[in-house]
């Protein structure tokens, strides 16, 4: 099997920063694309940065020149740096990640428990 672990959630007054990490562990071969995505109270959840084992990254347009999305390989873990957060950002961030596990010949998605962001106006 294949955790996701997130951290680094909080709150955060409007115009702060915090930086999420996303730490996969289990019996991993590799892992393809991370992203992470939000959910608020009563909306969908929504993409906000996503990263391939490459590198390329793409960003919701809501979030782009603020979040940054990065990952360390090695460590099988993605990061995302948020800056100049706004109040309707408040919101749970999980983290999902393609794993294709040691033994197997396909990816499969999964997803963190969710970490909180709250940010205050």
């Known amino acids: 099997q294949v955790q996701l672990v997130e951290s680094g959630g909080g709150l955060v007054q409007a115009g702060g920063s915090l930086r999420l990490s996303c730490a996969a562990s289990?019996?991993?071969?590799?892992?393809?694309?991370m992203g992470w995505y939000r959910q608020a109270p009563g909306k969908q959840r929504e993409l906000v940065a996503r990263?391939?084992?490459?590198?390329?990254?793409n960003y919701s347009d809501s979030v782009k020149g603020r979040f940054t999305v990065s990952r360390d390989n090695a460590k099988n873990t993605a990061y995302l740096q948020m800056n100049s957060l706004k109040p309707e950002e408040t919101a749970v961030y999980y983290c999902?990640?393609?794993?294709?596990?040691?033994?197997?010949?396909?990816?499969?998605?999964?997803w963190g428990q969710g970490t909180q962001v709250t940010v205050s106006s």
């Open positions: 999902n990640a393609a794993v294709t596990q040691v033994g197997q010949l396909f990816s499969t998605d999964y």
């Open positions: 289990g019996m991993i071969f590799s892992i393809n694309a």
């Open positions: 990263i391939t084992s490459g590198g390329r990254t």
